[in-house]
């Protein structure tokens, strides 16, 4: 018997058959958090992630029945969320008694919309970690009220739906767990060592779902508390390729280089990458990382138009990310920059503006990849759609996958968004059609 | 029409619902060509290759992508109309670039696997 069980669900995508042996897999460490604050709770959780584990409708059902939780965690983003919704009507009539919670980061936008399928029970808005433990103790013990537990909503006796408020950001990250890895089959990932050291973004992209879930403010942890659980995932797990994958590693130059000095002292001697923005990074910063064993740096790129960058809020300008990328050779990193196509006020003029840079990029050694703008739940532009000249096309989110188009805009129909994302994932990686094919193939070629 | 299942009747067959595998294709509009890329490289579609991968979608099954066939194609015998839709079903499943039908959540898991820690 489990007390709390989660479940990543599958991505619904056929390429996902094939892309298994390209695409980068990295663990669910959100459900590695909050089964750490369940067990530090004083219950018993388990992880089954979907994506990884291959097992059919009839063996999961075998499992949970045999688990017998009490509790039921899903994790959704927009592509896994009808996914999510498929394996709650399964797991309902499997394990009756249990009840189903959902979270992340689509329900956070679509609540009500989740809470209308009866087989969702609850859903957590938000960052969960304190009020999933609460949840557990109101479902486990009837210990507690529903009111009371943070960005909880939820079904009243009379059918209407209460809302509670989201829960306030955590600032003390360091007083967290280290998520639960060991529940997790990290030896099915091509990327295993997934650590987050900070959350939120003070970025203002339109395209950007990130600061809806995890705030418009920095939130780091300490350089100690970080290297701390990179030498416990080397020893307990065996590690040494890590994947830092907040959305800015380097939010503030100075604390990376704390990380950075750190990861020297205790000789940790490991390799691995990171998300960066060119305007939070300067070479000196670039240096230290090579130093402690970064071998990837990828930045955002989006477009090679400087008019279009603008336009989508992005914050930068071309003439300093090129500073950067050739600083960032120049020190022995690898370098990528992903881009996204067709922005709002994208034109046939500013994506060929687009390509040239990408080759330009390729002259120098710089990876890139491509996805198609898509209009994710608590971002601007979905938002803002009419007003930004935008039609949706397509409202099926199992198709929500950064390749098919599901928006229209005043210069493109969905034929030429086909016709140029696929030119541009011709010309970005020769055959590779996705970053984290890209990434993958670089870590194999690091190992 | 044999399409790699034998053990699966006609009647189940033609109500399968086949589904590309790959969204990075595009679609000519002079000549109604398609170019897509599969696991295994790129390919290129005749006129009515295009056609039938624009139905290969997950939602119209193969009876009923025939029935379109056979308006498309008066003249043409239906058990002609079946074989080539048959041969070319199994050619684009060859190069991994369809599978006859899609279930998005049993389709993903289709090997026996490991259990939960
Ligand atoms: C690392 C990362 C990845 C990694 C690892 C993913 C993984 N296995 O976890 C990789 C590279 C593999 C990846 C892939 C993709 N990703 Co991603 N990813 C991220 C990133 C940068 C950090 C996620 C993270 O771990 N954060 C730290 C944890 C602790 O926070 P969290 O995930 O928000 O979880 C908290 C809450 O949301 C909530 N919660 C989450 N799950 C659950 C479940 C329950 C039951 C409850 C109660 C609560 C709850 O509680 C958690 C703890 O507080 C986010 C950006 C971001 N800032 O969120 C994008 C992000 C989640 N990804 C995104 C996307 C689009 C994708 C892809 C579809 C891209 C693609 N086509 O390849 C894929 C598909 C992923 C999938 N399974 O659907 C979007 C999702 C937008 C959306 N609405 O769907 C985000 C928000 C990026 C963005 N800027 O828009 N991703
Ligand atoms: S794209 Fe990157 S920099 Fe922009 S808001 Fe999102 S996480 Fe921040």
């Not at chain 1, 991505?11 to 459900?31: C, E, F, G, N, Q």
């Not at chain 1, 100075?254 to 750190?262: D, G, K, P």
């Not at chain 1, 000789?267 to 305007?279: K, P, Y």
Request: aromatic share 8%; glycine share 6%.
């Amino acid at each position: 018997m489990t007390d709390v069980l989660f479940i990543q669900p599958p991505i619904p995508s056929p390429s996902r058959l094939y892309a298994k042996d390209h695409v980068m897999t990295a663990p669910p460490i959100a459900l590695g958090y909050l089964a750490s604050s369940i067990i530090r709770r004083g219950y018993d959780a388990d992880i089954i992630d979907l994506e990884v584990q291959d097992m059919n409708v009839q063996e999961l059902r075998e499992v949970v029945i045999a688990c017998d939780p009490g509790l039921l965690g899903l994790s959704t983003t927009t592509l896994t969320y009808k996914n999510a919704l498929r394996l709650a009507s399964m797991l309902r009539e499997a394990v009756p008694d249990a009840k189903i919670v959902l979270g992340g980061s689509h329900v956070t936008f679509h609540d009500r919309e989740a809470l209308e399928n009866e087989q969702v029970d609850y859903v957590l808005r938000g960052e969960a970690e304190g009020s999933i433990a609460s949840l557990a103790d109101y479902v486990l013990q009837s210990h507690g009220s529903l009111r009371d537990i943070q960005g909880l909503c939820f079904r009243k006796a009379d059918g209407s739906v209460q809302r509670n408020p989201r829960s306030n950001l955590l600032d003390q990250l360091d007083s967290l767990p280290y998520p639960a890895r060991h529940l997790l089959p990290l030896h099915m990932y091509s990327a295993p060592g997934l650590i987050i050291t900070g959350r939120g973004c003070q970025g203002r992209c339109i395209f950007c779902a990130a600061k809806g879930i995890a705030g418009s403010r920095y939130r780091l942890r300490s350089p100690s508390d970080v290297v701390e659980e990179v030498e416990s995932m080397r020893s307990a797990f065996g590690l040494n390729y890590f994947y830092f994958g907040d959305d800015t590693f380097t939010a503030v130059p100075a604390r990376t280089r704390e990380i950075c000095s750190e990861l020297i002292r205790r000789d940790l001697n490991i390799h691995w990458m990171c998300e960066t923005r060119v305007d939070t990074v300067d070479k000196e910063t670039l240096q230290a990382m090579r130093d402690a064993g970064c071998k990837i740096v990828q930045f955002g790129a989006e477009s090679g138009s400087q008019k279009i960058l603008d336009s989508i809020r992005k914050g930068i300008k071309l003439d300093n990310l090129r500073r950067m990328l050739d600083a960032a050779l120049e020190i022995g990193l690898l370098p990528t920059c992903s881009f996204m196509l067709p922005h709002p006020r994208d034109t046939w003029e500013t994506l060929e503006e687009t390509k040239d840079f990408v080759s330009e990029l390729h002259g120098k050694g710089v990876r890139t990849a491509v996805s198609v703008t898509t209009p994710f739940p608590g971002t601007y532009l979905s938002r803002h759609l009419n007003s930004l000249g935008l039609r949706l096309i397509n409202e099926d989110t199992d198709q929500y996958d950064f390749s098919t188009p599901v928006i229209e805009t005043t210069n493109f129909d969905q034929w030429d968004i086909r016709e140029i994302y696929m030119d541009m994932v011709l010309l970005s990686l020769g055959g590779c059609p996705t970053i984290g094919i890209e990434q993958k193939s670089l870590i194999a070629e690091i190992e | 029409m044999i399409i790699g299942c034998d053990e699966m009747n006609q009647e189940n067959i033609a109500r399968r619902k086949p589904r590309r595998t790959t969204e990075i294709w595009k679609l000519s509009r002079e000549n109604n060509t398609i170019t897509a890329l599969g696991p295994d490289g790129l390919i290129e579609l005749n006129q009515l290759g295009a056609f039938l991968w624009l139905r290969f979608d997950g939602l119209h099954s193969l009876s009923d992508i025939l029935i379109e066939l056979g308006d498309l194609y008066p003249e043409v015998q239906p058990a002609q109309l079946q074989t080539d839709l048959s041969e070319f079903f199994s050619y684009l499943r060859s190069q991994r670039l369809v599978v006859s039908t899609w279930d998005p959540l049993e389709g993903v898991c289709m090997n026996k696997g490991r259990q939960p820690s």
